[in-house]
């Protein structure tokens, strides 16, 4: 069994920064893929970052490229989301993701590969 423990979330200012921080635990934590996703208040759930098991490939949404970065601490098995020039329309709660399949080379967007998720963390932009 695979746990998630996102944290880090909080209330910020109109242009401000957030790190995001989600902890893994029950499996080698190196070897998959992880997904920051979001949703806001009467929305689908939308991909935001997701990094490869080594780190070597990131992919964004357009809609947070050049303002968020995504990095992992295999040593930690911690996943990270800096999150900077935050914007009132980044509010919304904040969940990580876990892939179930080992050392793919280039992590997907699509919610149905990612297996293991946290409970989330509220991220609030007041404008």
């Known amino acids: 069994q695979v746990q998630l423990v996102e944290s880090g979330g909080g209330l910020v200012q109109a242009g401000g920064s957030l790190r995001l921080s989600c902890a893994a635990s029950?499996?080698?934590?190196?070897?998959?893929?992880m997904g920051w996703f979001r949703q806001a208040p009467g929305k689908e759930r939308e991909f935001v970052a997701a990094?490869?098991?080594?780190?070597?490939?990131?992919v964004y949404a357009d809609s947070v490229k050049g303002r968020f970065t995504v990095s992992r601490d295999n040593a930690k098995n911690t996943v990270y989301l800096q999150m900077d020039s935050l914007k009132p329309e980044d509010t919304a709660v904040y969940y990580c993701?876990?892939?179930?399949?080992?050392?793919?080379?280039?992590?997907?967007?699509?919610?149905?590969?990612?297996?293991?998720w946290g409970q989330g963390t509220q991220v609030t932009v007041s404008s």
């Open positions: 029950g499996r080698t934590f190196s070897n998959y893929a």
């Open positions: 990094i490869n098991w080594s780190g070597g490939s990131t």
């Open positions: 993701a876990a892939d179930w399949r080992p050392k793919i080379p280039t992590p997907g967007s699509a919610p149905y590969i990612y297996h293991y």
